[in-house]
């Protein structure tokens, strides 16, 4: 069974610095990769997704992430944090040897300081 | 147009009233979703539509009833809802069901019932 977990449930980050926000998967298989962005009052939005390829994928927003097969993770970064970030930010997983939903993480909170 | 719209932004209900929940879209997606998310959590798969017959019913009590009267309109019907089915409630929509196409949410609709 697959499962996600992201470190953090509350990130807070001043305006102007690093955006690091972490996401570990179990899987026996590693799975298609994803995040999700929900602004307040909104639904969700994909940020950007990791199904094959480059292990270095670029989203929207200036978000990025890396597929590390060997740490299990897919942590979201951006290099310099505006205060319109401040939302909730969920990583998703999906299989890649069945037929399945995605599956969420728990989310993580992100707030940014002026 | 990458829209996905949902009526009404918000309701509110007794436990026996009946109402339905109405969503749209016309990017030509043959698979819709509805979700339910409580407060700080992620949201949780409830149906999947998939060319308009429902592929996946995640145990969802009988007290919602889904229906897809045609590719582009997805509605959740509710009678006799319990309190704790107060949440936000979201569409989704992706080009077809697969593992890895980008699901597309609306803005939900806010659910009380008293």
């Known amino acids: 069974a697959q499962s996600v977990t992201q470190l953090g449930s509350h990130v807070s980050v001043s305006e102007g610095a690093l955006v690091l926000l972490r996401c570990n998967y179990s899987?026996?298989?590693?799975?298609?990769l994803f995040w999700y962005v929900q602004y307040p009052n909104q639904g969700l939005q994909l940020l950007l997704k990791?199904?094959?390829?480059?292990?270095l994928v670029k989203g929207i927003n200036g978000f990025e992430a890396e597929f590390k097969k060997s740490e299990t993770s897919f942590h979201l970064t951006k290099p310099s944090a505006h205060m319109s970030d401040a939302a909730e930010y969920f990583c998703?997983?999906?299989?890649?040897?069945?037929?399945?939903?995605?599956?969420f993480g728990p989310g993580t909170s992100l707030s940014v300081i002026p | 147009d990458t829209e996905v719209t949902q009526t009404p932004k918000h309701l509110v209900m007794g436990m026996t009233n009946k109402k339905s929940l109405k969503c749209e879209q016309h990017?030509?997606?043959?698979?819709m979703y509805w979700y339910k998310q409580k407060a700080k959590k992620p949201p949780e798969l409830m149906f999947v539509?998939?060319?308009?017959?429902?592929?996946i019913n995640e145990s969802v009590p009988s007290r919602f009833s889904p229906e897809c009267p045609n590719s582009s309109l997805l509605n959740l019907h509710l009678h006799a809802l319990q309190p704790e089915d107060s949440a936000l409630y979201l569409c989704?929509?992706?080009?077809?069901?697969?593992?890895?196409?980008?699901?597309?949410f609306g803005p939900g609709t806010r659910l009380t019932v008293l």
């Open positions: 899987s026996s298989v590693p799975p298609y």
């Open positions: 990017m030509g997606h043959r698979a």
């Open positions: 990791y199904t094959t390829g480059a292990t």
């Open positions: 539509y998939s060319y308009e017959k429902l592929s």
């Open positions: 989704a929509s992706s080009q077809v069901y697969t593992n890895t196409d980008t699901q597309y």
């Open positions: 998703a997983v999906s299989s890649k040897t069945s037929y399945d939903k995605v599956i």
